[in-house]
């Protein structure tokens, strides 16, 4: 079992419709990325959480540290938010701190 | 300026060849990294670069140098590749080693080994 899990692994919705994302993860954190990934490759990072939620224009991110769970949700799709979405925990100083990454979820939105 | 900026985009070579990655980062962070990244597989750390000097090395074989010449500059040197080190070498920085802070990544590098 991976230490990340994200759920779906593919994503396919119409645009203007709700989308969420879930991340589950089986170690101690001390903060959560939410990492974007278009074809071209670069990676933008999104949201870094520690708790709580963070909200940037159409993308609400939630973290429940107790559960070891996290989602992204996506208002309002459209179809330039087609993209991999990537979730990365990491770890605490016992682990090296290192980022740890889930497989990625493949998000189409048609338009 | 928030940029991680990566050249060049794409590099062909033979597995005789010698080449190199460069990475440029103007936002201050003393932690730099190198990623390797397959199709539909997330990134897998390489190396870490903390202060300018070589923190973390995963195990990477020899025939991958990294270099970090000054705080803004981190290179890869390429020699001797083989056809399954064809991926996209992605560079990261923050603004310290494996920090709470967010971490900035580049548009990254298309490798391919011929």
């Known amino acids: 079992k991976n230490e990340v899990e994200q759920s779906p692994q593919n994503l396919t919705a119409q645009e203007g419709e709700f989308i969420t994302i879930n991340c589950s993860y089986s170690v101690g954190i001390s903060a959560l990325h939410w990492l974007q990934q278009h074809p071209g490759g670069g990676i933008v990072s999104l949201f870094m959480?520690?708790?709580g939620k963070k909200k940037h224009g159409r993308l609400i991110a939630t973290i429940n540290i107790q559960e070891k769970h996290s989602s992204l949700h996506i208002t309002a799709s459209h179809p330039r938010d087609s993209a991999v979405y990537i979730c990365?925990?990491?770890?605490?100083?016992?682990?090296?701190?290192?980022?740890?990454f889930g497989e990625g979820t493949q998000l189409t939105v048609n338009p | 300026d928030t940029e991680v900026t990566q050249t060049p985009k794409h590099l062909v070579m033979g597995m005789t060849n010698k080449k190199s990655l460069k990475c440029e980062q103007h936002m201050g962070h003393r932690a730099m990294y190198w990623y390797k990244q397959k199709a539909k597989k997330p990134p897998e750390l390489m190396f870490v670069y903390s202060y300018e000097k070589l923190s973390i090395n995963e195990s990477v074989p020899s025939r991958f140098s990294p270099e970090c010449p000054n705080s803004s500059l981190l290179n890869l040197h390429l020699h001797a590749l083989q056809p399954e080190d064809s991926a996209l070498y992605l560079c990261?920085?923050?603004?310290?080693?494996?920090?709470?802070?967010?971490?900035?990544f580049g548009e990254g590098s298309w490798l391919t080994v011929v």
């Open positions: 959480l520690s708790s």
């Open positions: 990261a920085s923050s603004t310290q080693k494996f920090s709470g802070n967010t971490i900035y």
């Open positions: 990365a925990v990491k770890g605490g100083e016992t682990s090296g701190s290192r980022l740890t």
